[in-house]
């Protein structure tokens, strides 16, 4: 069974840093895109950050970029999202994700394009 754990969310004011894990177990994501998403209450989950598998290259919303930290441990099939400076706009449950599909790179910010999603782990940023 695959799954996807998130891990590292909390509470910190703004202007502050957090640092969120998803550590995938069933199958390896090695060769997989793998993202983050976000979900504010009474929004649409949005896309925030999106790796490929080489580390080479990188997605970011407009909204978080310059600010935000997207980076992967292929041998601990796991990535991470570097949260700094954070807004009180940042508040939201953020879930990882990652596409079955192999060396598959195209609508990377598309929720429809992952097939395996965490259960999410909530953001709070205070003003």
């Known amino acids: 069974q695959v799954q996807l754990v998130e891990s590292g969310g909390g509470l910190v004011q703004a202007g502050g840093s957090l640092r969120l894990s998803c550590a995938a177990s069933?199958?390896?994501?090695?060769?997989?895109?793998m993202g983050w998403f976000r979900q504010a209450p009474g929004k649409e989950r949005e896309f925030v950050a999106a790796?490929?598998?080489?580390?080479?290259?990188?997605y970011y919303a407009d909204s978080v970029k310059g600010r935000f930290t997207i980076s992967r441990d292929n041998a601990k099939n796991t990535v991470y999202l570097q949260m700094d400076s954070l807004k009180p706009e940042d508040t939201a449950v953020y879930y990882c994700?990652?596409?079955?599909?192999?060396?598959?790179?195209?609508?990377?910010?598309?929720?429809?394009?992952?097939?395996?999603w965490g259960q999410g782990t909530q953001v709070t940023v205070s003003s």
């Open positions: 790796m490929d598998w080489s580390r080479t290259i990188t």
């Open positions: 069933g199958r390896t994501f090695s060769r997989n895109l």
């Open positions: 994700a990652a596409d079955s599909r192999l060396h598959y790179l195209n609508i990377y910010y598309r929720q429809s394009e992952y097939d395996y």
